[in-house]
């Protein structure tokens, strides 16, 4: 209350009202208009609304002396029976419903109701006719209601250059004016006659529908019985008008009454019987002949061949245009725009109830009207091949406004705002336009011929509980297959949303599903949904191989199917125990129940579902830490200490004969280019696939020709790692034997590479050595950096291989081995090829190319000799054993290394360290911007 102006004498007025309140709550007396009227008497009382002041004074013998006059103020503001005053300021508006249900529900299922709902402007409710506290008797002469008042209650909306007429599109034009000239009119107001018709007669009072409702009651369908409300005996009346034929076999085979008798014109005479299409062709078969609107010039010429050869032919001008008007010199004056409805009156029907019907009824400009798809004039049959509404030419008909810029985007919001482009570049578009296969699905096979609505209408074809049908009409089969897999959308009964065919296929840019790029689309499509599932999808095999671009790769349709999804307790689910090995064997022909055992969604972040593979992988992750960790330490302190050596050092080039000792063997070398060259093949394509998802992994595996060259590449590099691991081991057999030693002696003596005790002090004193507490030790034939090179090869040849062997042949593994050890093996191979490409590209090439003394590389790999000075520097303590046991002299050469061999010895070199660089560089990128 305190938002009303009160005068200050009603201040005690109010103190009284909240009394009364407080004394009809507790069940004193009842709440009576009077304590209303305490306060809403005043002619001054106003509430602010919209910032406006509105006055909410009631005049009360105006209530008293009207049809309500006993009605209380709370029956029909239930709001205001409060206990603690005052009421609301806002209440909801009067619901007159609650006792009138039956006009309620008329004029809900009527176009006003339904205009009201939608908030649209100028949709009239109760008060607009019968008024609000003034409602009188229908047969009180001061109703608004009253029979004489009728066409002038309607008329405030209905007549010409009124907001309603000018806002939305009325088919009918001037008709308070032209009932006031009818037949029904004057009786009305000259002969004062209140038995004529007046617009509720023909309309009805509530239950108000347009004629294209095959409801109404102005319906061709029903107005024969509308009319003969008063008019009775109209067959019998019409037996010798109408070809001596019964009145109305057929709705529009007969002329319905509104045919003859324009609505709001209804005249003796008939219409249809005094204009001729000759007397049209008069003037509209000239050339000339036109109108201009808004400035344009538009030709109202008309072919009398348009007439007589198309679907119109047996029709007569004035059927279409029946609001002419024979009083007039040119008849046609009146005319204005054709309704269809006269005669397809279902159709028609069916339009205005779709988003079409709706915006042309709001009168937007670019909402199609029927001579906008069917033609004017030249009205052809949908099976004439020259028909805009030709199957084929369909597209092209409703791509003229759903297009880029098209008249269909300009005044409404659509998701779709290229749909003729995309459907053209579609399947069903291309087999329209490049086969001409009229059985091709064209817009109104999904949209319907003239039923069109948003997709978020339920009663729209596109609705996606109605998508399934809509496709099914043509796909059948699949439909059938969709509607029993656990994504059919008729089990939505728990609110979840299930995915349509529109959810995977799209709405108009369906691709082939078996080009490349609906196979792309489709494992992106599944993970919209199933997001965890997609995501431990793209770490296995498959979903790396998918994400580098082979489409032959299995995706989810591969294994789930792709209509008939069903859970994998379901015995017809293609993953069921039933099933499984068939649908594997699609691939892998070799298949059995243990290869089923891999964990095809597994993920090692989940320790409690798969705890086996929870710690592999952190097993492996500790062993990355743990080497690098140690090792990169290593470096750091070695790192000053070297730079130092390479200053005292002083290093120059050395040119022509110099004495060199031979450190490597010819079969040493050769192996170690072996080594060269499969670890960077192995190295580029295995971290291509373990992170696949990084944009320059897919870049290389199309500069290397695709995911199954890169594959054969990679087998190609584990066959030479397999080759050259053989020959080695033949090899360090044969030198036992050469040697004479015992397995013992040969394994763990002092020239071994395996470690020892003195590799142990070589270690203490060097971290001595690093940070200035010792002299650099005197080192042997190996450093203890070297034998852990040596022997990390070895162990990484013989895991590495061993877990890639099981990738590349799981069938014969599972055979003999679980189906989740693939899992595991997948883990230990991708997490140990990391480890040993990281080590042997970072803390490999410090130890022997990039520390100071040796950069910017050591050559002795590729020529086999180093400088005899150099290595009695390095290994002095082996240079004395060589010189005590004499065989130092069986190794010292003095020759000369040519410049080209030392040329292609760097160019060869220098190519793999930068291929390493670059490796790990894009490593440590993926690292820290992706995941592997």
Not at 10 to 20: E, M, Q, S
Not at 132 to 147: A, C, F, G, V
Not at 211 to 234: E, G, P, Y
Not at 617 to 637: E, K, Q, R
């Amino acid at each position: 209350m305190d938002d009303f102006y009160l005068p200050k004498m009603k201040r005690f007025i109010v103190a009284i009202i909240c009394l009364l309140g407080i004394l009809s709550s507790t069940g004193l007396f009842a709440q009576e208009d009077d304590v209303c009227m305490m306060c809403h008497d005043d002619p001054y009382l106003t509430k602010e609304v919209n910032g406006k002041a509105q006055s909410v004074w009631v005049d009360l013998p105006i209530i008293t002396n009207s049809i309500h006059g006993k009605v209380t103020c709370i029956e029909c503001h239930p709001e205001a029976a409060v206990e603690d005053w005052p009421h609301p300021e806002t209440m909801q508006p009067v619901n007159c419903g609650n006792c009138h249900e039956q006009a309620a529900d008329k004029y809900n299922r009527g176009i006003h109701g339904k205009a009201h709902r939608k908030q649209a402007r100028y949709a009239p409710d109760c008060k607009e006719c019968h008024g609000k506290h003034d409602i009188l008797s229908h047969t009180n002469i001061n109703s608004r209601t009253y029979k004489m008042n009728i066409p002038v209650l309607c008329g405030r909306c209905h007549r010409e250059g009124a907001p309603v007429a000018r806002t939305y599109q009325i088919t009918e034009h001037n008709i308070l004016e032209n009932y006031s000239q009818s037949i029904h009119g004057k009786g009305l107001y000259k002969s004062g006659l209140i038995v004529t018709a007046t617009c509720n007669d023909c309309h009805g009072n509530h239950l108000i529908l347009p004629h294209t409702n095959r409801l109404s009651s102005i319906s061709l369908k029903n107005i024969a019985a509308t009319c003969m409300k008063c008019h009775a005996r109209i067959e019998q009346v019409h037996t010798k008008v109408i070809n001596e034929q019964l009145w109305e076999k057929k709705p529009g085979a007969i002329p319905a009454c509104t045919d003859c008798h324009p609505p709001h014109i209804v005249n003796i005479q008939n219409i249809v019987e005094s204009i001729s299409d000759r007397s049209c062709l008069v003037c509209h078969e000239k050339k000339d002949v036109h109108k201009i609107v808004e400035g344009d010039t538009i030709s109202l010429q008309v072919d009398v061949n348009h007439l007589t050869n198309w679907a119109h032919n047996n029709i007569t001008c004035v059927k279409c245009h029946s609001d002419v008007s024979a009083k007039k010199y040119r008849p046609c004056e009146t005319a204005g725009k054709v309704d269809c409805s006269g005669c397809h009156a279902e159709i028609s029907e069916i339009y205005m109830a779709s988003g079409h019907g709706a915006a042309y009824l709001e009168g937007k400009e670019s909402a199609p009207y029927c001579t906008d798809c069917h033609g004017t004039h030249i009205v052809k049959a949908k099976t004439d091949e020259t028909s805009p509404v030709y199957r084929l030419s369909i597209p092209k008909l409703c791509g003229g406004c759903h297009k880029e810029n098209g008249r269909a985007i300009q005044q409404t919001v659509l998701k779709e705002v290229d749909a003729y482009h995309d459907y053209s570049m579609s399947v069903h578009g291309r087999s329209m336009t490049q086969k001409g296969l009229i059985s091709s699905a064209v817009c109104i096979d999904c949209h319907t011929a003239h039923f069109m609505l948003k997709d978020s209408d339920e009663r729209s074809s596109v609705y996606p509980q109605n998508i399934p049908t809509t496709c099914g009409n043509c796909h059948k089969g699949i439909y059938n297959e969709y509607i029993r897999s656990d994504h059919s959308i008729a089990k939505n009964n728990d609110g979840q949303k299930f995915p349509t065919c529109t959810a995977c296929h799209s709405a108009h840019l369906i691709s082939e599903i078996d080009k490349d790029e609906f196979m792309n689309e489709i494992t992106h499509q599944c993970g919209l949904c199933h997001k965890h599932l997609s995501e431990s999808y793209m770490d296995t095999y498959h979903g790396k191989a998918y994400q580098l671009g082979y489409l032959k790769a299995a995706r989810c349709s591969d294994c789930h199917g792709a209509h008939s999804n069903m859970n994998v307790k379901d015995p017809n689910s293609a993953v069921g125990y039933d099933n499984i090995v068939a649908t594997c064997q699609k691939c892998h022909e070799d298949a059995n129940m243990r290869f089923t055992g891999f964990l095809t969604h597994a993920t090692h972040h989940n320790r409690d579902k798969y705890p086996v593979l929870y710690f592999t992988f952190w097993g492996m992750s500790s062993l990355l830490i743990a080497v690098f960790g140690f090792f990169g330490l290593h470096t750091l302190l070695w790192l000053p200490r070297s730079l130092r050596e390479r200053r005292r050092k002083n290093l120059k080039p050395h040119f022509g004969k110099v004495v060199y000792i031979r450190r490597f063997t010819d079969s040493q070398r050769i192996t170690h280019v072996f080594v060269i060259l499969s670890f960077v093949i192995l190295a580029l394509t295995g971290m291509m696939l373990k992170f696949a998802n990084m944009q320059w992994a897919r870049h290389l595996v199309d500069l290397l020709g695709g995911v199954e060259m890169a594959g054969a590449l990679h087998r190609l590099g584990a066959v030479v790692t397999f080759g050259y691991f053989v020959f080695h081991l033949f090899s360090l057999i044969k030198s036992k034997r050469k040697m004479g030693f015992g397995w013992s002696q040969f394994i763990f003596g002092k020239h071994s590479l395996l470690f020892n005790r003195q590799d142990a002090k070589d270690f203490w004193a060097s971290m001595k050595w690093f940070v200035g507490r010792g002299e650099r030790p005197n080192y042997g034939r190996w450093t203890y950096w070297e034998k852990f090179d040596y022997l990390a090869v070895f162990w990484g040849v013989a895991i590495i291989g061993f877990t890639g062997l099981v990738l590349w042949f799981p069938e014969m593994f599972t055979k003999f081995m679980p189906g989740w050890l693939i899992n595991v093996a997948q883990i230990i191979h991708s997490d140990e090829a990391l480890l040993a490409v990281g080590f042997i590209f970072t803390i490999h090439f410090f130890n022997t190319h990039f520390r100071p003394e040796s950069f910017p590389m050591d050559t002795v790999i590729f020529t086999g000799h180093v400088l005899l000075e150099e290595y009695k520097a390095d290994r002095p303590r082996d240079y004395e054993e060589l010189e005590k046991s004499g065989k130092l002299d069986e190794l010292v050469v003095e020759m000369e290394i040519p410049k080209e061999k030392r040329r292609i010895v760097k160019v060869f070199g220098f190519v793999f360290l930068f291929v390493g660089f670059l490796l790990i560089a894009l490593i440590i990128y993926s690292l820290l911007f992706g995941s592997s």
